[in-house]
């Protein structure tokens, strides 16, 4: 028997020390629109799509009773790492507009297929990768 077929990821949760530095980051600098929030968490749209979620470092490790049902414990620590796609037309001006919002830009990858990965940290030190396609064989 083969699984149901999956068409996506559909979120993607990273833990942050400072939810307002952090929230400041992924809406002034990278662009995206909050969707929702507390104290505890954030909530992103990415590219009309995908869901980017940001929980305060241990305010998830407590499960949280909705309305609906209860959401279960969870969490990470440690620095993790994340890609967001973009056009290959967009690489230059990344680079230009990340270099004026003064975010180092720490290392840039040529992939074999072709494709370009630029990464760079957020304000929680984690590994933010803007890859073109020709990344991988599915991208």
């Known amino acids: 028997m083969t699984p149901p077929k999956i068409t996506g990821v559909l979120e993607t949760a990273i833990h942050v020390c400072d939810m307002k530095r952090a ?3 992924y809406t002034n600098v990278m662009g995206f629109r909050k969707m929702d929030g507390s104290e505890r968490f954030c909530a992103f749209d990415v590219g009309g ?5 940001l929980f305060r470092s241990g305010g998830s490790a407590e ?3 909705l309305p609906g049902g209860l959401i279960p414990p969870h969490g990470s620590s440690g620095v993790l790492h994340f890609a ?20 180092a830009i720490e ?5 074999p297929r072709g494709g370009r990965s630029l990464y760079f940290r957020d304000p929680d030190n984690h590994l933010v990768e803007l890859a073109t396609p020709g990344l991988w064989q599915n991208y």
Request: hydrophobic share 55%; glycine share 0%; net charge negative.
């Open 49 to 53: 799509r995908d869901v980017f979620l």
């Open 23 to 25: 929230e400041d980051f």
């Open 63 to 65: 499960a949280v009773q």
């Open 84 to 103: 967001f796609p973009i056009a290959d037309a967009d690489w230059d001006s990344w680079v230009k507009y990340l270099e004026a919002n003064r975010v």
């Open 107 to 111: 290392s840039v990858v040529r992939w």
